[in-house]
Every structure is written in C-alpha cells, then in structure tokens.
C-alpha cells in the first residue's frame, strides 16, 4: 500500500457509522497521522450489526479467528464460530485500545451530505453542522430490518418483534414461539431456542440448504498458547483447508456451472440425506433451488435442532396471522405465544436515507434509482472523496466482510494519498469507468449462481445479483492499485 505514513495536509475526514468498518477507517486514518477525524454513530454504542443483533442463538458463521482485523488477532475466542456478544465486546475492546472512542459523536445520526466549494457539508440528527474533505461512508448494508408486512399481524395477542430489534423484556423459558424466516438468522433462532422454548415453530417459506460444520470451544491452553505466540492464530487464520474452502466457495459462486459448485451441492444434499432421518420432513426441507443460490447457511445444528419432539418445520406460505398463532395456507394454525420476525433486510439501502448530494445537485436517490451502483463497489461518479466500505456490488457471500473491507481501505487509502500530496483536491470516478464496470459486472453476475433461479436479498430490484461476480482473487487485485485513469481528478 502506497500510503504516505506522515500526512502532508491537514485534511478533516467524516466517517459514518461505529461499525466494525468504520472503526477500520477511523484507526487507519488515526494511525497515518490525520489529527481531523470525527465519527458520527446514530445509536449510543459502537458495533453496528453486532450491537443491534442481539437474539439468541446469534452467532457468525465465519470462522472467529477469520472475523479479526489483521492488525487485532485475539486470542481469547472461545469457539471456532464466535457468539454475537463475543464479537460485540471485542470490536469494544479493539476500539478503546486504539483510542478511537474521543473520535466518535454517538447519538448523532447523519442526516445529510452536501458536496460544496469541494467540501462535504454534514449535518447530524443532533444538529451538528460539520465540514470535511473527505466522507467515508461506513454505514453498513443490512440495518434496515424488513418487517414483512403479513395480513392480520395487528391481530396477534402476544409479543412481536424483529429479529434485530429484539424484546428482551418478553420471557421465553417455557413459551411457544414460532419463527418466520428460514435465512442465516431464522436457522440460527432454532438452534437457539429449541433447548428453552416449549415449542419452536420454524415457519419458513422456503427451505435453505445446510452446509455442516463443526464448532468446537478453543481449550484454555489452545488461548494461553494463542497468547504466547500470535503466529498460532495466523495458523489458524490463514489454514490452507479454510484458505482453499473461500476459494473454492468464491469460484463456485462466480459461475453457476463449475465444478466447484457441484461440490457445494454434493456437500449440502449429503447433509440433507443423512441428517434428517423422518422422510417426510427430508422432503418438507429439501429446497427447489439450487445450493448457494441464496446465501448458503453454515450450522453446526440447525438440523438437529430441527428435529427435536418440540421443534416444528411449517413449510409453506402464510395465510394470515390470527390471535392466537400463525395460519399456513394448507389451513393449519400454529398457536403460539411469540411470534419473530427473521423476514431479513432491505438490502438496497446502504446508506440512505441520509440525504446525499454531490457535485452539480445530483442527489444519490437518483444516480441509485435504477440500482445503488459503485465503481468497484468503493466510489461513485459526481460523488468526489466520497468512499463507501461495503459499499454496493461488493463481494457477497460466506466471507468475512472484514477482510474485504480491510482490502478495500488498502484501496482508499491510495486515493486518499492522492488529496493528500496535493496531486488533486477532489477525485471521483469516470462516468465511462463506472459504465464499462457495471456493464461487465452486470453480464458476470448473471452468471453467478446467485442469478439461477431463487430470491433473495442479493437480487436488485430487476433480478440482478447485487454482487462481486468475479473470484476473490479478482477482488483482490482491482483493490491492490487503483487505476488513476478511471478518475476525475481536479
Ligand atoms: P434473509 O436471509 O434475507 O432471510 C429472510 C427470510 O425471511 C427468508 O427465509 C424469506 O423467505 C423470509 N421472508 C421474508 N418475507 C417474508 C414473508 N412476507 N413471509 C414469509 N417469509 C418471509 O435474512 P436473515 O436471515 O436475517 O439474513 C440476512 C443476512 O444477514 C444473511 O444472508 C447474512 O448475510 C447475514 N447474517 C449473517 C450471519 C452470520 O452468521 N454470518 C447470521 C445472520 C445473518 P424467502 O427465502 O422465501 O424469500
């Protein structure tokens, strides 16, 4: 990375949102020197994703020594696949040890970005007016919940609720709870829930398809050794079967009809055979789509979950809520005491609804009216030293969006490097660049499997995989170097 350690202006920077991107960019830009940066959190705690996730059973599928930024390795994971409230703390702990806490305004949503005279002119929900050279839009992509609006909802006599907006106040030992969704979150609620509910109605619409794994707790001699000698976590880290298994992953994504997702299918379909023994329910949860087509669900247990006396599949369409539970189509009532709603996220909205205007009043609402769109899924056109972390078409999928957006920062930072040796004031892509970009990305992402036939929260509005079509590899190379000639510098 060609990233002069001393700036050399005094340029103010603006980062939005406290989650674990934007606290990337705020120790990044501390560590090169800036002395101008300030973070606008709209909540009152960092964390993003993780401080709003908080249901049980909530953990990550990728691996926690994987889910680490590179420079923060951390030896007390105590699981292989780390629970939310481990991820939540050590995001808090990484933040206080890099002093990145004075920087951050909470309570303080950003609600408007204005490019004037080449600055951005910012505007919080508290009032705040601030200015800066350069935005970093770190506002993640799914924190908009999807309350899926379902007839007769308002009849329900019990509590519910979102899965990201969990009640904690409603008791759950002993109740019957039914679970609407059968993403990453719904499978996770189950296994969750399933050892402190009475009964776990898992009412989803269309069946995921399962890849195993295991999830074994790390020994405390496994951490006192991680501790001794950080070079154990890289081992970890980087193990060439994990290594070769995102390869693999992101190869078989890229394209619907390689041998690597073959692989995949074999894999999830095995799982599927052995692991549910009732025949009748082996069919009710073998999905009509492709494996990976939506984002594959790693689980350790959801099958076993699924199959305990008091767990039940109810694998259908909904008719309607009623007083008492939820009525399937096919007529029956699954009565039950709390009703959650793992229906996803409006995954298109990034960041808005902050209102954002670039150069010559061109509003963000409609450069995005088609599709929210970046060039290499960092920056947009008309929307100079304006840089998103996973940002639309960045890569989707089983990854660990950390590492992706450390790879993208790598990328900023050359940009950033650019104001900052004074070789330009403001710089944004080319039209044609951003053009001949989603011209290319768009042809590859129907070919991904994403686009074979199923929906899901990657589809744009005109069923489009919102994705990094290419490998990882590919990712990896468009973020080593930016090509100067795809920008406007001035
Ligand atoms: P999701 O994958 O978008 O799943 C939403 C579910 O709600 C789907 O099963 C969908 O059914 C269902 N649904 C939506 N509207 C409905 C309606 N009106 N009636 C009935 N069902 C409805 O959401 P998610 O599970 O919250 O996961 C979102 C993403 O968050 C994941 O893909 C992943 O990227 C991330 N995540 C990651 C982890 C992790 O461990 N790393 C954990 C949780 C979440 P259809 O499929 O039929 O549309």
């Given at each position: 990375m060609t990233y002069s350690p001393r700036p050399q202006r005094d340029l103010r920077f603006?980062?939005?949102?406290?989650?674990?991107?934007?606290?990337?960019?705020?120790?990044?830009?501390?560590?090169?020197?800036?002395?101008?940066?300030?973070?606008?959190?709209k909540a009152d705690r960092i964390g993003g994703t993780?401080?709003?996730?908080?249901?049980?059973?909530?953990?990550?599928?990728?691996?926690?020594?994987?889910?680490t930024y590179s420079f923060a390795p951390h030896a007390e994971w105590s699981h292989y696949l780390a629970a939310g409230p481990e991820i939540q703390?050590?995001?808090?702990?990484?933040?206080?040890?890099?002093?990145?806490?004075?920087?951050?305004?909470?309570?303080?949503?950003?609600?408007?970005?204005?490019?004037?005279?080449?600055?951005?002119?910012?505007?919080?929900?508290?009032?705040?007016?601030?200015?800066?050279?350069?935005?970093?839009?770190?506002?993640?992509v799914l924190h908009h919940p999807n309350i899926a609006?379902?007839?007769?909802?308002?009849?329900?006599?019990?509590?519910?609720?979102?899965?990201?907006?969990w009640d904690h106040s409603v008791p759950l030992d002993g109740r019957r709870i039914a679970i609407i969704g059968s993403g990453s979150t719904g499978a996770q609620l189950v296994s969750g829930l399933v050892d402190r509910c009475e009964r776990v109605v898992h009412v989803q619409r269309s069946p995921?398809?399962?890849?195993?794994?295991?999830?074994?707790?790390?020994?405390?001699?496994?951490?006192?050794?991680?501790?001794r000698d950080p070079a154990l976590i890289d081992a970890v880290r980087y193990n060439e079967e994990y290594v070769t298994n995102v390869r693999l992953f992101t190869e078989a994504i890229a394209d619907m009809d390689s041998p690597q997702i073959k692989q995949i299918e074999a894999a999830v379909l095995d799982n599927l055979e052995r692991s549910v023994k009732d025949p009748v329910l082996r069919e009710k949860l073998r999905p009509d789509y492709r494996a990976a087509c939506k984002r594959l669900i790693f689980s350790p247990d959801y099958y076993d979950?699924?199959?305990?006396?008091?767990?039940?599949?109810?694998?259908?369409?909904?008719?309607?809520?009623?007083p008492t539970g939820v009525r399937m189509k096919d007529g029956t009532l699954h009565e039950v005491d709390i009703i959650v709603l793992a229906t996803g996220f409006q995954a298109d909205r990034f960041i808005r609804p902050t209102r954002v205007i670039g150069k010559n009043g061109v509003d963000l609402d409609h450069a995005w009216a088609l599709r929210p769109s970046a060039y290499l899924a960092v920056t947009i056109p008309d929307f100079p030293n304006f840089f998103m972390l996973n940002g639309p078409t960045g890569p989707v999928g089983n990854f660990s969006l950390i590492d992706i957006a450390e790879l993208q920062w790598g990328y900023i930072a050359q940009l950033i490097a650019e104001i900052d040796a004074g070789r330009c004031r403001i710089i944004s892509p080319t039209h044609a660049a951003m053009a001949d970009y989603e011209t290319r990305r768009i042809a590859a992402a129907k070919h991904t499997i994403f686009g074979s036939g199923c929906s899901s929260w990657y589809l744009d509005a005109e069923g489009v995989p919102a994705s990094w079509p290419w490998s990882y590899d590919a990712f990896i190379a468009a973020m080593a170097h930016p090509k100067l000639e795809a920008f406007d510098r001035v």
């Amino acid at each position: 990375m060609t990233y002069s350690p001393r700036p050399q202006r005094d340029l103010r920077f603006i980062v939005i949102g406290a989650g674990m991107a934007g606290i990337l960019a705020a120790i990044r830009l501390k560590e090169a020197g800036y002395r101008q940066i300030v973070v606008y959190e709209k909540a009152d705690r960092i964390g993003g994703t993780w401080r709003e996730n908080t249901y049980p059973g909530l953990n990550c599928d990728v691996p926690a020594h994987a889910y680490t930024y590179s420079f923060a390795p951390h030896a007390e994971w105590s699981h292989y696949l780390a629970a939310g409230p481990e991820i939540q703390a050590y995001f808090e702990g990484v933040t206080k040890k890099h002093g990145i806490e004075p920087l951050i305004r909470f309570n303080q949503e950003v609600t408007a970005c204005v490019f004037e005279n080449d600055r951005w002119k910012v505007e919080t929900s508290g009032g705040i007016k601030d200015e800066a050279d350069v935005v970093i839009a770190a506002s993640g992509v799914l924190h908009h919940p999807n309350i899926a609006q379902i007839p007769g909802m308002d009849t329900f006599r019990g509590p519910s609720f979102h899965s990201a907006r969990w009640d904690h106040s409603v008791p759950l030992d002993g109740r019957r709870i039914a679970i609407i969704g059968s993403g990453s979150t719904g499978a996770q609620l189950v296994s969750g829930l399933v050892d402190r509910c009475e009964r776990v109605v898992h009412v989803q619409r269309s069946p995921q398809w399962i890849m195993p794994v295991e999830n074994p707790a790390f020994t405390e001699e496994q951490k006192a050794a991680f501790r001794r000698d950080p070079a154990l976590i890289d081992a970890v880290r980087y193990n060439e079967e994990y290594v070769t298994n995102v390869r693999l992953f992101t190869e078989a994504i890229a394209d619907m009809d390689s041998p690597q997702i073959k692989q995949i299918e074999a894999a999830v379909l095995d799982n599927l055979e052995r692991s549910v023994k009732d025949p009748v329910l082996r069919e009710k949860l073998r999905p009509d789509y492709r494996a990976a087509c939506k984002r594959l669900i790693f689980s350790p247990d959801y099958y076993d979950a699924i199959q305990r006396p008091n767990a039940v599949a109810a694998v259908g369409k909904i008719e309607r809520i009623e007083p008492t539970g939820v009525r399937m189509k096919d007529g029956t009532l699954h009565e039950v005491d709390i009703i959650v709603l793992a229906t996803g996220f409006q995954a298109d909205r990034f960041i808005r609804p902050t209102r954002v205007i670039g150069k010559n009043g061109v509003d963000l609402d409609h450069a995005w009216a088609l599709r929210p769109s970046a060039y290499l899924a960092v920056t947009i056109p008309d929307f100079p030293n304006f840089f998103m972390l996973n940002g639309p078409t960045g890569p989707v999928g089983n990854f660990s969006l950390i590492d992706i957006a450390e790879l993208q920062w790598g990328y900023i930072a050359q940009l950033i490097a650019e104001i900052d040796a004074g070789r330009c004031r403001i710089i944004s892509p080319t039209h044609a660049a951003m053009a001949d970009y989603e011209t290319r990305r768009i042809a590859a992402a129907k070919h991904t499997i994403f686009g074979s036939g199923c929906s899901s929260w990657y589809l744009d509005a005109e069923g489009v995989p919102a994705s990094w079509p290419w490998s990882y590899d590919a990712f990896i190379a468009a973020m080593a170097h930016p090509k100067l000639e795809a920008f406007d510098r001035v």
